[in-house]
């Protein structure tokens, strides 16, 4: 059952994003501003290890006209991220982080694919870190590449690794999929 819902959903996926018809939001978006509030879904692998950890993301990033530019970003975000850093995997637990990160993300187009663009993401912020005795702050600090199958002008899909670092943990990568909604 698993392995035909799986199926089914890539299916969906391949269809969309190879369709004949081209996406609006390929030249629409080229040319102007738009402003997206995303929510990502994913799973840390903590280096070492490679122990599951979740990570839960929810933020909104607005592309600046002026900004395409400029070869390192053309939209600026600012999203809150909770990960589980416990012994229940995906389950909240006491030990956990906070992160509030700002960031530029530079989206471009992939050649000859209309409905999937790609990106590179930046971003920088504090993250808290709890369950100790008292709450430990320290510097964050994100690197990810990603996909957008995009299915209409307003709703799309995000696939992302991100590298991470926070100053006294060790590097991980997260594996994330996310919806976005823009308008």
Request: some cysteine; proline content about 3%.
């Amino acid at each position: 059952m698993k392995l035909a819902t799986c199926a089914l959903v890539i299916q969906l996926i391949a269809n969309a994003a190879f369709a004949q018809t081209a996406s609006s939001t390929g030249t629409d978006a080229a040319a102007g501003t738009s402003t997206d509030v995303f929510i990502m879904f994913g799973s840390d692998f903590v280096r070492p290890g490679l122990i599951p950890k979740a990570n839960y993301n929810i933020g909104i990033g607005h592309t600046f006209a002026l900004l395409k530019k400029i070869w390192f970003g053309d939209e600026l975000t600012f999203g809150y991220t909770y990960e589980n850093a416990g012994t229940h995997g995906f389950f909240h637990t006491d030990y956990g982080s906070h992160t509030e990160a700002a960031g530029i993300m530079k989206n471009f187009p992939l050649p000859r694919i209309k409905r999937i663009t790609g990106y590179t993401w930046i971003q920088s912020g504090l993250t808290s870190l709890t369950g100790n005795t008292r709450v430990q702050n320290r510097f964050y600090d994100g690197e990810a590449l990603g996909a957008i199958v995009h299915f209409n002008e307003h709703h799309s899909i995000w696939i992302q690794e991100m590298y991470n670092k926070i100053v006294s943990v060790p590097w991980y990568t997260t594996t994330s999929i996310g919806y976005t909604w823009s308008y």
